[in-house]
C-alpha cells in the first residue's frame, strides 16, 4: 500500500474543483497505449459538457457507462493524451484486481453538484 502524500494545508484542497457530472457518451479509443474510453461528459450548466479519457475499460462497458454519475476535477489545464485533448481528470481507485473503479455519488444528484 502506498503511503500518505505530503501533508497540504486546507487552502491547498478549496483550490481543486471537484464536480459531479453525467456520462453522456463513452466511445472507444483505439489511438491510446492502454486500454481507455473517450468520455464526453455533462457537468451542468455553470461547467458545460467536457471530455475525458479513462483507463476503465477494464470494469465498465460503454453502455453501462452512458447516463452514470461520476466525480471529476474540472479546473486542471486540458491535458494531450494522444490525439485526445482531456479536459477533466474523472477520479477513480484502483480496483483489487487491477482497473480503475470510478468515484460515484451513491445519490442523484445535480449535474455540476461541488464536493463539499
Do not use: W
Not at 473517450?38 to 460503454?62: C, H, M, W
Amino acid at each position: 500500500m502506498d503511503k500518505i502524500k505530503t501533508m497540504i494545508a486546507y487552502q491547498d484542497f478549496e483550490k481543486v474543483d471537484i464536480r459531479a457530472g453525467e456520462i453522456l457518451e463513452a466511445e472507444d479509443f483505439p489511438e491510446a497505449r492502454k486500454p481507455m474510453y473517450r468520455l464526453v461528459i455533462d457537468f451542468g450548466p455553470e461547467i458545460g459538457i467536457k471530455r475525458s479519457a479513462g483507463q476503465i475499460t477494464k470494469n465498465y462497458t460503454k453502455e453501462e457507462l452512458v447516463g452514470k454519475m461520476i466525480i471529476g476535477v474540472v479546473n486542471f489545464p486540458p491535458k494531450h493524451i494522444g490525439p485526445f485533448i482531456s479536459e477533466v481528470l474523472t477520479l477513480g481507485l484502483e480496483g483489487g484486481e487491477g482497473g480503475i473503479v470510478l468515484l460515484c455519488p451513491t445519490k442523484r444528484v445535480p449535474k455540476g453538484a461541488r464536493m463539499s
